[in-house]
């Protein structure tokens, strides 16, 4: 499975920012922030992760 990380770069606040699926610390402007979608019962499932670290220790739900 191919990981599609995401690069850009977002003003947002934390309160906005989206919570790390393994450690739940907010993502807001991480330039380690990646990004996981997939498709699940017909929508978009996404999970966020705040570094590389956590995103390998997320084994899916
Ligand atoms: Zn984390």
Redesign the pocket.
Known sequence: MVDPTSDHHEDIDEEDAPN?E??G?PIANEVTHRVITWIADDSVQTAH???ED?RAEWDGE
């Open positions: 790390c393994v450690c610390a992760f705040c570094d956590c």
